[in-house]
């Protein structure tokens, strides 16, 4: 159930349910929820891949903020996160005029269709998905939102007729079910779905944090120094690179007995698109603190016109609200069609125009 990067599997006409294509490239949805700030792990290992299928597929983009209040959220700041995010990907490559960038709460379908799909779907498969068990976990109180996410997530996909969908190893059980839910309608009904599949990158690399190299770079790590964030001036981006943790010795190589190096090596091969190999032969004899300061360069040459970028379009709240509209009204063109197949196949009566 994998699609690999670039699309040389599928054709514009095929997919899984024998279902009729609509769209003349491969669909693929992409959804982020407002967060906050990306960082230097987000862009290398996701947002540079998303930002490269633009040219294969048909992109929809969707910020998840019907997802986010599953758990807990401050009004303002997810509404302030939602432009932050929308800025952020347009400024690291998504590109308003290339894909249908929306907020999912613009669109109706993505609910109605969750509602249908819920229908279809056995309690116990929700109650044994491992990202409930774990969040559910962890909250006092667990509401029944948090349960039904990954019926929300299918309606996400199935509302555009994906044919791909980007996934990290915590979603994929998700997708599994969004997979089992559109065979289950197709089944119980007629071929309506195309039967989605995981997109697997090319080169999407996996940062991990500079401070301790074992875990993943990540937004909630605390140590504030272990995680780079595109928002980061250049003089932070250095300090952080400069005081990240290496490893005994002094050669510049990949290894298990040095992971903080090929971390580095990983971080500077992606930003400069250059093979580790060549980096290791470059640096030999160099010693750590040359490295340091080069990949620093390197990646403060690639980070800066994304902040800069990023710190223009964050002022003009007009312009973000203008590319939120024009991405929800190409999107709800698409989810109109799917939501009217769909209600008339499960016996709604058509509502009088
Ligand atoms: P998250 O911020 O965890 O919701 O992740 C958003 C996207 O970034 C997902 O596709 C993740 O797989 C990817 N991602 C998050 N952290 C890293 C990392 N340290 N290295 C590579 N990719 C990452």
């Known amino acids: 159930m994998t699609h690999s990067f670039p699309n040389d599997t599928m054709s514009s006409t095929t997919n899984t349910s024998g279902a009729p294509s609509t769209a003349t490239r491969p669909v ?21 891949n998303w930002g490269r299928m633009q040219d294969d597929y048909e992109c929809y983009f969707g910020v998840v ?3 986010a ?51 279809l779907c056995p309690l116990g498969q929700l109650e044994r998905m491992t990202q409930f068990k774990d969040k559910a976990h962890k909250q006092e109180f667990v509401y029944s939102g948090l349960l039904y996410y990954p019926v929300l997530m299918a309606a996400d996909i199935l509302l555009y007729n994906a044919h791909v969908v980007p ?33 697997i990158g090319k080169t999407g690399a996996r940062i991990m944090s500079l401070q301790n190299p074992a875990s993943k770079m990540s937004k909630s790590d605390p140590n504030t120094n ?6 980061d001036t250049p003089d932070v981006v250095r300090r952080k ?36 190999g060549a980096l290791e032969e470059e640096f030999a004899g160099k010693g750590y603190g040359v490295f340091k300061a080069v990949v620093a360069d390197a990646v403060i040459a690639r980070l800066d016109p994304v902040r800069l970028r990023y710190e223009e379009l964050i002022q003009d709240t007009a312009h973000l609200d203008a590319v939120f509209k024009a991405g929800a009204d190409a999107a709800q063109k698409t989810a109109w069609k799917t939501l009217a197949k769909v209600h008339r196949k499960v016996g709604f009566v058509e509502r009088a125009r």
């Open 28 to 48: 693929v949805l992409t959804c982020a929820q407002p967060t906050g700030r990306l960082h230097l792990g987000n862009y290398l290992g996701a947002v540079i």
């Open 65 to 67: 903020d019907q997802h």
């Open 69 to 119: 209040i599953t758990l807990p959220k401050v009004p303002t700041e997810l509404r302030r996160n939602t432009y932050t995010c929308l800025a952020q990907y347009i400024a690291a490559g998504i590109d308003p005029e290339r894909s249908h960038i929306f907020v999912q709460s613009h669109v109706i379908g993505h609910t109605e269709l969750a509602w249908v799909l819920g229908c």
């Open 167 to 199: 996934v990290g190893e915590d979603q994929k059980q998700h997708l599994e079910l969004a997979r089992d839910l559109a065979e289950k309608f197709n089944r119980t009904f007629s071929p309506t779905f195309n039967v989605p599949e995981a997109f």
């Open 226 to 231: 272990a995680t780079i964030y595109l928002t």
């Open 241 to 276: 690179i400069l005081s990240s943790v290496t490893d005994s010795g002094s050669e510049v190589r990949v290894g298990e007995d040095k992971p903080g190096i090929t971390n580095l090596l990983a971080i500077m091969s992606a930003v400069t698109e250059r093979e580790m």
